[in-house]
DNA sequence: TTGTAAGCGTTATCAC
DNA sequence: GTGATAACGCTTACAA
């Protein structure tokens, strides 16, 4: 005795397969009474309708890919939630993917969910190219997040990298810094490549150098952090300040000064692109960005359900505006 | 022109849809020729096999379902990372849920899974009745991680509680700490109720009272940690040690002690039982059990493969051991 | 208002 | 070796 099946239903309700669908599916035809008889019949047998013979006949799996470079990273992790939370509302489920930060893996990645299928796809990229998206994930709606591929998919969410790094800059040249450095992150993703074209920019604006070697392109991790700045902090002449341009990064930088027995932000300026949500907690607390991982994930799914709705948006790149959190690390007094 | 079906690249091979299936498949029958025909055409469509279409003739889905009470903590995080990566390796998806800490949402949660259906289940169950879980799961392969049912499921894992708890009163006692405070957590999961029960025994077992009000079973969140410890600290006599059953509840701590100006560890001596992976970076430093998820992630998802494939483990039930990670907070010299 | 039947894309059981 | 053909459980014209 295994699930009931439709059939199952119509069987016991004394009517045909049909009729009972259309009874449980809330379409016009069937009178008052054969709902009736067909509602009784399956939930005396417990009826649950199997969503894979409905997804192969409707071609409609309510189904979304997501998918990220790291799961485990707490700002991938908090997009996901509210992502999650606003896709289920909707009547879609989720299946995810980790691409690793290898583009290889995210190809495959994608091709796994589109066997699948998925109807719509979330996707933070970590450097894929134009031709190899459009090949593999063709005409199915995909809204970017985070890491962005630019004239493709159905829209993109992400924050101001551009301006927002030069809030950064900004803050630490009123502090009175003149040679600042960048852990920079991959420069295969769009977060990466906007941080340091803002880091330029705004440099550039204040009239500053960016000394050989100050810009420290790297893995988004806190070991490849430390390593970079136990480099930064062997030149000569050595930065004042130092940007991360995402957390892990930042406590990379932190974990070296504490080797290091250098003082933050006596010895040092940190400030760091992305706020981690314990951020205030540390010692000194971290100068940051707001990063704003619900609003971005809400906003990715709202535009995905949207599109996958038929509806029509006529913002379809959004970048959020970002806030400068002045705490301890840059100078700032606690 | 869509997606190419079995049947088109049957037609393309000259050959009939059976033969092709069983020459993609590898079953053996084909010819050499025959393969190599099959191949040729299905690489020539650049044909996908629908993985729908497969699962409902097969009744395997290939697909995994996991459910966690908030998938945004970093905690739940690892662990989804590291069962991923081994589901994934054994060609498994995975589908995801989060329970939202309650109990009901939980239960609708593993409905939609099996609706889907998925082969088997990983869950971080939030306080789910036995006769509850049978009745929505029935047979299903269920390994349980975190938050356990016991006598229940194909399997388990998760840390050493009550001994982890233990390390923790024992490390205090050590101190020279008699008035020590339990921020306790939720009491409908098993590691809240199994923390609790390891406190009270190694309180007893120190011969030291447990003062009234000095256990505050409470959500497992930051704000709620806040809150309780400030309600420790107006109690007269007040606790001079407190321990924080999860992460959140101690960065909940660090916060009521930094309002109310007080120092950590002079004034107040914190130990927590979960270990965040910044905890080292914390001012104190977070004095922590080794909290395992990768291993957590990594071990429930072999338990489930196992059970899938059939194979027999003399153990299911694995609890991991935790080691006392001597930092800061507790009042030793860092 | 209801029923019949075709099909979604596979796999599996038969014959040949 | 290979090919019809019947499922798997559902939706949806089209008939009645």
Redesign the pocket.
């Known amino acids: 005795m ?9 069987r016991r309700a ?12 809330g ?5 008052v ?3 009736r008889a067909v509602a009784d019949a399956a939930s005396a047998l417990q ?4 969503v ?3 997804s ?4 409609r799996s309510h189904t979304i890919g997501f998918v990220v470079p790291d799961i485990s990273s707490p700002f991938y992790a908090a997009v996901l939630r509210s992502a999650h939370e606003r896709l289920h509302d909707a009547g879609y489920r989720l299946m995810l993917m980790n691409s690793n930060r290898d583009a290889g893996e995210e190809i495959e990645a994608l091709g796994t969910l589109l066997d699948h299928p998925v109807d719509g796809l979330l996707l933070a990229t970590t450097g894929l190219r134009t031709t190899q998206f459009e090949r593999t994930v063709g005409t199915v709606p995909c809204v970017f997040f985070d890491g962005i591929l630019t004239g493709v998919g159905t829209g993109s969410v992400g924050v101001m990298n551009e301006s927002g790094m030069g809030l950064l800059v900004d803050h630490l040249v009123e502090h009175g810094h003149r040679r600042i450095a960048l852990l920079a992150g991959q420069q295969t993703e769009t977060t990466g490549i906007e941080r340091l074209r803002g880091f330029r920019a705004a440099m550039k604006r204040h009239g500053l150098p960016v000394a050989r070697g100050h810009i420290r392109p790297c893995d988004w991790t806190q070991e490849s952090g430390r390593l970079e700045t136990r480099v930064l902090l062997g030149l000569h002449p050595r930065p004042t300040a130092i940007i991360a341009a995402g957390d892990d990064l930042a406590f990379g930088c932190f974990a070296a000064c504490r080797e290091m027995g250098l003082d933050l932000p006596a010895d040092l300026a940190l400030a760091s692109f992305d706020d981690p949500y314990f951020g205030q907690l540390l010692e000194p607390a971290l100068t940051a960005l707001t990063s704003k991982p619900v609003e971005i994930g809400q906003i990715a799914a709202s535009l995905l359900v949207d599109a996958l709705r038929g509806v029509e948006r006529s913002e379809r790149d959004i970048r959020l505006p970002v806030e400068l959190l002045r705490r301890a690390s840059c100078g700032c007094v606690a």
């Open positions: 295994s699930r009931a099946t439709l059939a199952d239903v119509a004394g009517v045909s397969v049909s009729t009972a669908s259309r009874a449980l599916n379409l016009d035809g069937p009178s009474e054969t709902r009826y649950r309708p199997s894979l013979a409905r192969l006949r409707t071609r």
